[in-house]
DNA sequence: GAAAACATGTAAAAAGTTACATGATTTT
DNA sequence: AAAATCATGTAACTTTTTACATGTTTTC
């Protein structure tokens, strides 16, 4: 239940309508956790209906009209209790990997090699983005603990987009000289 | 959708039952999809329906009884065919990095540090039991497509690992010289 | 023969995804 | 005034998580 957190964490940066949250998503948040703007009406309704956030006064109709939040007190606490817990890092989701295991079994393609050189290309490009990123806001060089958080993540953001480029070039190198389909001795076991 | 095909991939690798396939996702196929044995049982049962795999005939009384699966040709293809797409790499999601990110809204605290420690200390551990299966690998010495690419996975796990346990060690050494709560002038923008 | 470990399974709730619907404002 | 864009929202579906239920085999 991470993404009412998120949220809270979002409009206490910044009191934001639903809108303006799904693009911060797509961005500073979004290293780490994104949300599709469905998800996030959806929360913002709850959030308010639980009393942790509430839509600043504007003209009567709601539908198709702005309407912007802010974080009351009871959100910030729970925000507070929230960050305080401890948590176990969560299993990870990754299906590229997944598919590249499966190519054990069924062969490896060019086709595959095509789409590893695909994620290598994005993953490049996001890369190049968040460091774009940390240019500007070495340029604005501010300290508050803030900003040392922020950009604490935004390092994560580099380090982790670093991981993969790095990797799908070593896997995209040592697959590309294999000989398509040398098939070996086949046995069963897997990975004690 | 990608628990079937981890489980079908699982079960080209090595005919299993669902307690055993269970028992793999949490190692070598673990390092990146995780499943719980509900989840795989449920989707054992829907595999057979659509005819990609078959229970191995065994004693009447199924309850409690193992029952081991194998794949037919109609599986092994759709697993072709599901290698052979092209995916986007699905967004990440972390509480790890929201979590400090909310800090930054809401201050560091001496607890929050002991958080990142923890992690710090989980994580070093699966690396260190990922190398170790490394090293059981190499000496192993096998050289097949599959244990070139089973190989590959394994690095992308330690690589995975590495690039945590590095930015926590980071993440840690910068915020333990934290004031506690150095409130510095507070502003609302967002990274743009 | 009781306890522990092994093994398969069900049910309900929570979270996330996909497709669509609708109103308001701005631009041409 | 038509089209594009901004903005909020609903509905249906799929996936994942959590808690529980039950039978079988092995060990003491």
Redesign the pocket.
């Known amino acids: 239940?991470?993404?009412p957190h998120a949220i809270l964490t979002a409009l206490l940066e910044k009191p934001s309508?639903?809108?303006?949250?799904?693009r911060r998503f797509d961005r500073s948040i979004g290293y780490f956790w994104?949300?599709?703007?469905?998800?996030i009406?959806?929360e913002?309704?709850k959030l308010e209906k639980n009393a942790f956030i509430r839509a600043l006064p504007t003209d009567s109709?709601?539908?198709?009209?702005?309407?912007?939040y802010e974080v009351l007190p009871a959100g910030r606490a729970e925000l507070e209790r929230w960050v305080g817990e401890n948590e176990q890092p969560?299993?990870l989701?990754d299906t590229l990997m997944l598919r590249l295991r499966a190519t054990g079994v069924v062969g490896v393609d060019a086709d595959f090699l095509a789409e590893l050189r695909r994620h290598r290309a994005l993953h490049g490009a996001r890369l190049a983005e968040y460091r774009e990123f940390q240019r500007r806001d070495t340029a604005r060089g501010r300290g508050t603990e803030r900003d040392r958080v922020q950009a604490l993540v935004l390092q994560g953001g580099v380090d982790m987009e670093l991981f993969w480029v790095n990797w799908l070039d070593q896997a995209i190198a040592e697959l590309a000289d294999t000989p398509e389909d040398a098939p070996g001795p086949e046995d069963d076991r897997d990975r004690a």
Do not use: D, I, N, V
């Open positions: 239940m991470s993404l309508s639903g809108l303006e949250l799904t994104s949300a599709t703007h469905q998800q009406y959806r913002l309704g109709p709601t539908r198709g009209r702005r309407k912007e969560r299993a989701r």
